[in-house]
């Protein structure tokens, strides 16, 4: 996996292991800033929360049940009393979405993670549920950057916008149509907000993980 911004911490490095990070050392602080993990109730959203949480940022957990958002966070603030909140809404939701992060407040960081797979081919794949796949993977990690980059426009100070890509978009998969082209699109994204907010030392980067054991590569 390839990330084209590593310093998104306020510090420099830190001597000693982290749960969070499978007891490895801790290389950047997040003291003092709050991030957004879009799908984060389970899987590697839950798992990005835990990293973010242990380098010591305020974490606002999101997905849309509000139960199982719950009890994702009292499980983190069990394991290492990290500062988490929940906030549960559908990211297809563009208004209920500018809603909730509006009423979050200063947001830092926002890791635009949630997304939907239909494993079919081109010979299957319809244009309306290509078009409903690309509205979760692709369109509302637009939206939500695009509202979080107007909110530290507004303040007046950089952060970070981390897009949670594939491998699958550079490369293909048989079967996987949809999800390759939300994928590319989300890499393309990702490009065109560094053109656009680069100057305002607002950071972006996109994760391009491979097949990972969570819950959507295993079809649950």
């Keep these: 996996m390839t990330s084209a911004d590593t310093g998104a911490g306020s510090g420099g490095p830190v001597n000693g292991g982290d749960p969070a990070t499978g007891g490895g050392p801790v290389t950047f602080r997040l003291d003092g800033r709050t991030a957004l993990v879009t799908g984060s109730a389970r899987g590697l959203g839950l798992e990005m929360a835990r990293g973010l949480a242990g380098a010591g940022a305020r974490v606002v ?12 966070a009292e499980r983190l603030r069990a394991e290492g009393g990290y500062d988490i909140a929940t906030a549960a809404f559908d990211v297809t939701d563009r208004a209920a979405a500018q809603t909730a992060v509006e009423e979050l407040g200063d947001l830092d960081i926002l890791v635009n ?108």
């Design 113 to 220: 993670n949630v997304g939907h797979r239909d494993r079919r081919g081109v010979a299957e794949l319809t244009p309306h549920d290509l078009n409903a796949l690309l509205d979760v993977d692709l369109t509302s990690a637009y939206a939500l950057s695009q509202v979080v980059a107007r909110g530290l426009a507004a303040r007046g100070v950089p952060g970070r916008i981390v897009n949670v890509s594939s491998v699958v978009g550079q490369l293909g998969r048989t079967g996987d149509v949809g999800y390759a082209t939300a994928k590319a699109g989300l890499d393309g994204l990702t490009r065109a907000l560094a053109a656009d907010l680069g100057p305002s030392g607002t950071k972006r980067c996109a994760r391009l993980g491979g097949s990972p054991g969570t819950p959507l590569n295993s079809g649950a």
């Design 61 to 72: 957990l999101n997905g849309r049940d509000p139960v199982a958002l719950a009890a994702a």
